[in-house]
């Protein structure tokens, strides 16, 4: 098993002769070898390897077989959390996502949660992307709406001396 963008070093076979008549580790052969492996493309490769004597043939064949395990990387621009008062407008700071075999991904983020930036709370959103391997990573923005502030004169002739959050 190779991962993907790994190289890929073919350590080929070796083959002997054995037998009463030969050395006791036997007549090195040659040996020749069929096929490739490319380490840019997903999928399984089979090498073979052939040696030949006295019009005998004997083979033995490697599978390769190069995998993308890797999670693709999600970065959320600005803040993960986000503090905004009620009545404030919430622009989505926006995201990348990239993949070492697909490329961009930022198209396939999958966001989740809404915010309502009307009622004070705490609200979650949640980033998601998988690769067409089948990994996936997630991330979480945090967004908090506070109460907006009012003010209330409490002294005389409209002066304020005293702050009341309601």
Avoid: C, M
């Avoid at 995998?67 to 404030?88: A, N, R």
């Avoid at 396939?108 to 996936?136: F, H, I, M, P």
């Amino acid at each position: 098993t190779l991962e993907y963008g790994e190289s890929f070093k073919d350590e080929g076979a070796k083959a002997a002769l054995v037998g009463k008549w030969h050395l006791k580790n036997g007549k090195e052969l040659e040996v020749s070898a069929q096929g490739a492996v490319d380490e840019k493309k997903l999928g399984e490769y089979t090498l073979t390897y052939s040696a030949e004597t006295f019009g005998k043939e004997a083979q033995i064949t490697r599978n390769v077989k190069v995998v993308d395990t890797k999670k693709p990387s999600l970065k959320l621009e600005g803040e993960e959390k986000i503090t905004l008062t009620e009545g404030q407008e919430y622009k989505e700071p926006g995201f990348t996502a990239k993949d070492n075999y697909d490329g961009d991904l930022a198209k396939e983020v999958k966001t989740e949660g809404k915010v309502d930036t009307k009622k004070a709370g705490t609200y979650k959103l949640s980033y998601s992307v998988k690769d067409s391997s089948g990994n996936e990573v997630s991330a979480t923005r945090e967004v908090v709406v506070k109460k907006k502030a009012v003010y209330r004169p409490t002294g005389s002739a409209g002066v304020t001396d005293k702050v009341t959050v309601i």
